[in-house]
């Protein structure tokens, strides 16, 4: 009896994923639905144990290593004229397949984008450029900053218009990233190529001589899988997944097939989940552990000792490996829990210098903020396009909640499962960080002391947050799934 059913409730999701597939993109509907049911059906008959799997149900091929990773080049401060950077949305093409050209889309080139460093206290303005035919935005990741310069889908540029923004950089030390923003089109746009990441220094930071000698021993490293076509193309309609669309290449800052070259001792690599919706739950090959010293939003008060991580879309970690102490450094790889090469390491004989601290930061929440009563409470719900936030979709013209500026409030997330058990949701807040109180009534664990704007939660979680904004403004809140984003998973909060 209990197969009977699970058959039928496949059954109906299958139904309904053709449904979707048909109405959303009309021709391409044949293509997209047989990608796209191909997916869930296999993912739901592996999972036939207890439910239909959610979890990353393409497994990716390994690197083969035959390419020295990309490492974004930093973006060049202007040094005359009223702004301190520009910034331009564009399409290009790049050379990712052996004798195959993919069309791209790239701030200031072809590909990804540059690395935007700026440092705690300065002001900055940058000039906000769109060079693609559609609408775009620019929305600065993890950054405290007004609601008119976070870059939401309130804020389009036309193609053709440009836009200068200024803001002050209140917050200390992290690793933040860029990427568009527009109503409903997020996800096709960052697979196409736009995200860029964007580091905060601050003076604490630059006095605990950790590695950060840019592309030396401190390197970029954002993830994103991609799925190519036979001409080599990234045909977002083809590959699309209305619960996320995943790819069975993984690129590493824009390098498939890459490996890395390191020196002996410490090296830090800044994780970015850039995906649309892969979780990477990565390790070394070797099982030696490594040093987790950053969250999405600044430096954890000590290293944690990690063997394994998980970083779900649009979560971030600074971790540090040693080099110098591994087993098996001639193997050693970055590795996902498939065992799947996500990384390899080619450790030569360069020298470097750099700590590891044994205290970090001063990252607390206090006896207040865990004791103030709940004020908000969020539940997530839903998978493929009937995704939910307290049961509404997202409208632009609809405020869901207030808040006043400056004052801390307990928010309750929790993540309904479904019949079929649920999916992973990682939940995104705009315009500030916030701290984890508890997850399950539970302290959580060390590596999410620390600021978060990201947090994801298993099906049937309950994660309680303190959380303030800085500055005013209407800020969205969303599933970082992008499919789930642009299918509504989102409501939005105006700070006054
Ligand atoms: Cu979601």
Known sequence: MKSLMKWLILAVISSLIAGCSMSSTGEESTDKHSENGMNHDMSGMDGMDGHMDHDNPLPLKDSNGFNELAVSPLLEKNTAGDVDYTLTAQKGNQLL???????????NGDFLGPVLKLRQGETVRIKTVNALDEDTTFHWHGLDVPGDVDGGPHNPLKPGEERIIEFNVTQEAATLWFHPHPHGKTSEQVYKGLAGLLYIEDEHSDSLNLPSDYGINDFPVLLQDRAFTKTGELNYEAAYNSDGTLGDRLLVNGTLDPKLSVPQGKVRLRLVNGSNARNYTVALSSGDSFQQIATDGGLLNEPVAMDTLKLTPAERAEIIIDFD?????????????????????????GQTSSEIPAKLNSFEVTGEERNLPVTKRLELFGMMDMVTINGKKFDMNRIDMTQKVGETEVWELTNKPDPMGGMIHPFHIHGTQFKVISVNGKEPDDNLKGWKDTVALEPGDRVKIAISFKNKGVYMYHCHILEHEDNGMMGQIEVN
């Open 97 to 107: 397949l052996e004798g195959q050209t993919t069309e791209t889309y790239g701030y």
């Open 325 to 349: 102490g591994l087993q098996d450094v001639e193997n050693l790889s970055l590795v996902d829990d498939q065992g799947t090469i996500l990384l390899p390491f080619a450790v030569n004989d």
